[in-house]
């Protein structure tokens, strides 16, 4: 491991919000984090970008010049137009000359932001801003890239302009880490873990999690809720037997994602 | 009665700006009905037109057969995204508040909010004030369910727990209406409904939708991808990592072209599209006419 975090824990107030957490961040590679809200995905990149001190563990990052952070909220000036946004994080990275302009109109092209280039940030659909947060992430193109839920609510068509900024970014050299509420996100990664409430439920390669769902799942048609280790799939519902023996009339399926993410949350759950 | 809610080409303009353009829409008993359409595509003002806060500029709204009015907004429940809780009163305090707004006699707060009954909305996280915005919604065995973007935000379980409420409340015959940007949750409606700029795009089933549509698929050595990814995008081709292999748009002579000029060993294939795909591809299509 390159950068990232090794069986870091945090707490706050006895509470414990990360449990011993361990997230790769190496180069050329995109390691997503998948969890839901209060999983505690946030605060494992405060800790990785050095904005939180944790009470144990090991966190390796480059020098905070090399670090590129987006956080969940923010990330650009509302009252900046585009083009002051990107000129105002050129002068706080301190480029100049040529490299200045060629990253600024760049990022200005990946981003499909040059029509917007005069538009305040503040007045951007929630997709272009989130575009413009990353791509001033990447102006001084860091070596770590770290991004917190960057497309949650964004729709498909930005969210796809968003992957490939992140995914070029990795193919050009970065390390780059990224939260997600979005299963099928964990598509785009090189390295999953799968976070909930501050402990890891699974992690590895997208492949690797699937492999290595437990047990059986199946597939049962009907109103009523099969059972408590039993949740929504459309119409139908999925079942999981722990042991691996599902109940009679239950179809087995090859679980997808989203099954491998829902079975390793009720294994948690259950202490299994 | 088969249809609950019902847009004919339904119009609505702001000014110069026609945020809703002759749009149809219905919603049966029973039927989940997923609203898709990126940022601006004028689901939330369609969603208001059929809720009876904005009336359209043309066409024809109905609820239960008639046009929206304070009848019928008692048997709609409404989740907007916002969620519409009262953050600085509690669970419990919400729960009664919306029985009294109905006129309902007092019920108790159902179990799956009932542990969380004395604390303040605000303190409570993002899912669970889902699941509190859910059960308030439902307290009154609404009709028809208007949900927009019901699981922003939540996990995996807890969107799946929110499923299972709207699947129960459809089982029972209620109508559903949900937004989302979430493409695997539009897959677990039993009918979609694209819009962009105003108008339905397409709809049908997730079948019906992507039925057709294609994408190409590149398979190379792990060694060779980053590259493959780096010559597709220089390219402009629209590329995006897919697990172990790369999707493109494209066609898949011109894709195969341009990696084996590039040195690049590859086995480039035509898959089915999905749903993701579909649906930018659909959005992102210049306008017909």
């Known amino acids: 491991m390159t950068w990232g975090l090794?069986?870091?824990?945090?707490?706050?107030?006895?509470?414990?919000?990360?449990?011993?957490?361990?997230?790769?961040?190496?180069?050329?590679?995109?390691?997503v984090v998948v969890g839901g809200d209060g999983a505690g995905k946030s605060t494992c990149l405060r800790v990785l970008v050095g904005l939180l001190e944790p009470d144990a563990g090991t966190v390796r990052r480059p020098g905070k010049e090399r670090i590129g952070y987006v956080p969940a909220t923010a990330g650009l000036y509302v009252d900046l137009t585009v083009a002051e946004n990107l000129s105002f994080a050129a002068d706080a990275y301190r480029l100049s000359g040529s490299e200045r302009s060629r990253k600024v109109s760049e990022l200005l092209e990946q981003t499909g932001l040059g029509r917007a280039r005069h538009r305040l940030g503040g007045h951007l659909s929630g997709g272009m801003q989130r575009k413009l947060a990353v791509g001033l992430a990447l102006l001084h193109s860091p070596e770590l890239l770290v991004l917190d839920e960057p497309t949650t609510g964004v729709d498909p068509v930005s969210r796809a302009d968003l992957w490939r900024l992140i995914s070029r970014a990795a193919v050009e050299g970065?390390?780059?880490?990224?939260?997600t509420t979005?299963?099928?996100?964990?598509?785009?990664?090189?390295?999953?873990?799968?976070?909930?409430?501050?402990?890891?439920?699974?992690?590895?390669?997208?492949?690797?999690?699937?492999?290595?769902?437990?047990?059986?799942?199946?597939?049962?048609?009907?109103?009523?809720?099969?059972?408590?280790?039993?949740?929504?799939?459309?119409?139908?519902?999925?079942?999981?037997?722990?042991?691996?023996?599902?109940?009679?009339?239950?179809?087995?399926?090859?679980?997808?994602?989203?099954?491998?993410?829902?079975?390793?949350?009720?294994?948690?759950?259950?202490?299994? | 009665m088969d249809i609950l809610a019902e847009a004919r080409q339904a119009t609505k303009v702001f000014g110069t700006f026609t945020a809703v353009s002759a749009v149809d829409l219905t919603v049966g008993p029973g039927e989940v009905v997923g609203l898709l359409g990126a940022n601006g595509a004028g689901k939330t003002t369609l969603i208001r037109l059929l809720l009876g806060l904005l009336r359209p500029s043309q066409g024809d709204?109905?609820?239960?057969?008639?046009?929206?009015?304070?009848?019928?907004?008692?048997?709609?429940?409404?989740v907007p995204q916002t969620l519409g809780?009262?953050?600085?009163?509690?669970?419990?305090?919400?729960?009664?508040?919306?029985?009294?707004?109905?006129?309902l006699a007092a019920t108790p707060v159902p179990e799956v909010i009932a542990h969380r009954k004395n604390e303040l909305v605000a303190g409570l996280p993002l899912g669970a004030q889902r699941q509190v915005a859910f059960a308030v919604a439902l307290s009154h065995r609404p009709e028809l369910l208007i949900l927009d973007e019901p699981t922003s935000g939540v996990?995996?379980?807890?969107?799946?727990r929110l499923w299972e409420e709207i699947r129960q409340a459809a089982g029972q015959r209620a109508g559903v209406l949900v937004t989302t940007h979430n493409m695997e949750e539009a897959g677990q409606c039993d009918r979609l409904v694209v819009m962009s700029d105003g108008r339905v795009v397409?709809?049908?089933?997730?079948?019906?939708?992507t039925g057709g549509r294609q994408a190409v698929e590149v398979r190379c050595d792990d060694r060779d991808r980053d590259r493959a990814f780096a010559v597709l995008d220089a390219a402009s081709f629209p590329v995006q990592v897919h697990g172990e292999a790369l999707r493109a748009g494209g066609t898949a002579p011109a894709v195969a072209e341009l990696l084996s000029r590039a040195g690049i060993d590859a086995a480039v294939t035509i898959v089915p599209a999905?749903?993701?795909?579909?649906?930018?591809?659909?959005?992102?299509?210049?306008?017909?006419?």
Do not use: C, M
């Open chain 2, 155 to 160: 996990g995996p379980l807890g969107s799946a």
């Open chain 2, 61 to 78: 709204i109905r609820l239960f057969g008639s046009a929206p009015s304070l009848a019928t907004r008692r048997h709609v429940g409404y």
């Open chain 1, 174 to 179: 970065a390390a780059v880490v990224v939260t």
């Open chain 1, 182 to 272: 979005y299963v099928n996100e964990a598509t785009r990664a090189a390295s999953v873990v799968l976070l909930e409430a501050g402990q890891v439920l699974a992690s590895g390669t997208p492949d690797d999690i699937l492999r290595n769902v437990p047990g059986a799942v199946g597939r049962q048609d009907g109103a009523g809720r099969p059972g408590p280790l039993s949740w929504r799939r459309g119409n139908s519902w999925r079942v999981w037997a722990p042991a691996g023996r599902l109940p009679d009339g239950v179809q087995l399926v090859q679980p997808d994602f989203e099954d491998a993410v829902v079975v390793a949350a009720l294994a948690g759950e259950t202490g299994g």
């Open chain 2, 85 to 103: 809780l009262y953050a600085g009163l509690t669970v419990g305090e919400n729960w009664a508040f919306t029985a009294a707004a109905f006129r």
């Open chain 2, 202 to 209: 397409a709809s049908g089933t997730v079948a019906e939708i």
């Open chain 2, 274 to 289: 999905n749903l993701e795909e579909a649906f930018v591809d659909i959005v992102t299509a210049p306008a017909a006419g």
């Open chain 1, 6 to 31: 090794a069986d870091v824990r945090v707490s706050r107030d006895k509470k414990i919000i990360l449990a011993g957490v361990t997230v790769p961040a190496d180069p050329s590679r995109v390691t």
